[in-house]
């Protein structure tokens, strides 16, 4: 814009479109000399200030979305279920009959623990049984179904459905049940050949299956005076060692908004580089 005043002293302003020009003369019109200095004033283009407009907009919902991405990303891995199979044998405390093994522990009354079995069995001198123990080592709860089942060769062992219930038992987090005989010698491992015992059971209505390869529950060392094993992990159902992961549909919910910022978040570095390469 340029300044100048009239013959009345008052200040007037005039555009200039192009440059910034420092402009010496006398204007014949109003007949007073004046030194004006002019600036450039850039024009307004409506279209570009709308594109230009769209544009930050687009790259803020873009730096949101990504945000939001990494935080629920975390938030779905943070929010898994995960429990922990373990298998033991509780017989004599040790170094009876020269085992020098641990007990299982935690066992009947230990602090978060559900004991799904005879208690009276699990609290007698010499309990001399097998034993899985599930712990729910994630943030969230789980349902173990009733079907509950261990296999081993011919035999199958459904012992548990009474004490599940037909609604489920609910795992909370930081939580333990046992699950072990119900009856006097109903689930001695050593006497009923619990060797290289698949274990199935349902978890949040989805399926899984372990192994107990090293025969925990046949009791160890077999035929002595004392078959105590203490608890032996055998299977990590959000890691290797099950074939899937324990599902919740929460995390579901959270994994595909945080991936699909991420993939946003992704996409917006590539056009950047794209961008700069060009």
């Known amino acids: 814009m340029g300044l100048f005043r009239d013959l009345d002293g008052d200040a007037r302003q005039f555009a200039v479109t192009e440059g910034a020009v420092e402009l010496a003369s006398t204007l014949e019109f109003f007949r007073v000399p004046y030194l004006l200095k002019v600036r450039r ?165 989805t399926a899984f299956s372990v192994v107990d390869s090293n025969s925990i529950l046949n009791g160890s060392p077999i035929g002595s005076a004392n078959e105590t094993e203490p608890w032996t992990q055998i299977g990590d159902l959000l890691g290797s060692n099950n074939p899937s992961p324990v599902p919740e549909p929460s995390s579901v919910l959270l994994t595909s908004v945080g991936t699909a910022g991420l993939l946003i978040g992704l996409k917006r570095k590539r056009s950047q580089r794209d961008r700069h390469l060009l």
């Open 41 to 205: 004033a850039p024009l307004y283009n409506a279209e570009e200030h709308f594109f230009r407009r769209k544009k930050t907009m687009r790259i803020q919902i873009q730096n949101k979305l990504l945000a939001l991405g990494l935080l629920t990303f975390s938030a779905a891995v943070l929010a898994k279920a995960d429990v922990i199979v373990y298998v033991g044998y509780y017989d004599l405390a040790p170094p009876a009959g020269g085992n020098t093994g641990a007990l299982p522990n935690p066992w009947i009354g230990s602090p978060n623990t559900t004991f799904l079995g005879s208690s009276s069995e699990a609290t007698s001198s010499d309990p001399d049984e097998s034993a899985i123990r599930l712990t729910n080592t994630g943030t969230t709860a789980v349902t173990l179904s009733q079907g509950f089942t261990v296999t081993s060769g011919a035999s199958s062992f459904t012992l548990w459905d009474s004490l599940i219930g037909a609604g489920g038992f609910s795992i909370l987090p930081g939580q333990t049940v046992i699950l072990s005989g119900t009856t006097a010698n109903g689930f001695d491992g050593s006497d009923i050949g619990l060797t290289n015992s698949t274990i199935s059971f349902t978890l949040n209505g």
